[in-house]
């Protein structure tokens, strides 16, 4: 049972990028998945959330407009398009998930409420540099 989160690499400024979470030995289906992320000498913040039940989307002010969540519940993925990516951007990021397909909508996609997501990816490095 676990998440694989993937995609990160080094990009330039303004330009894109799409991070996979896989889901391996459980089905993402009726749960939430979010995207957090730590940015160097930053505290993990949440970014984005998915509920994979109704592909209700939500997001931080700091990425909202340029990131897109979505999910394929058959493929067991949730994907996150980077868009207008800038240094501050810059970070490792996480996906997680909870089987509770509400958390998204009651805002748990947060470093605060860390503890109520049972299952977590390894980890992806994004570098946005020229």
């Known amino acids: 049972v676990q998440l694989q989160a993937s995609g990160g690499g080094l990009v330039q400024p303004g330009h894109s990028l799409r991070l996979s979470c896989v889901a391996s030995g459980f089905s993402l289906e009726f749960y939430a998945v979010a995207w957090f992320r730590r940015a160097p000498g930053k505290e993990r913040e949440g970014i984005s959330c998915?509920?994979?039940?109704?592909?209700?989307?939500y997001y931080a002010d700091s990425v909202k407009g340029r990131f897109t969540i979505s999910r394929d519940n058959a493929k067991n993925t949730v994907w996150l398009q980077m868009n207008s990516l800038g240094s501050e951007d810059t970070a490792v990021y996480y996906c997680?998930?909870?089987?509770?397909?509400?958390?998204?909508?009651?805002?748990?996609?947060?470093?605060?409420?860390?503890?109520?997501?049972?299952?977590w990816g390894q980890g992806t490095l994004v570098t946005v540099s020229s």
């Open positions: 998915i509920n994979t039940v109704d592909g209700s989307a």
């Open positions: 997680a998930a909870a089987p509770y397909h509400t958390y998204c909508a009651a805002s748990y996609y947060n470093e605060t409420y860390s503890v109520l997501w049972d299952y």
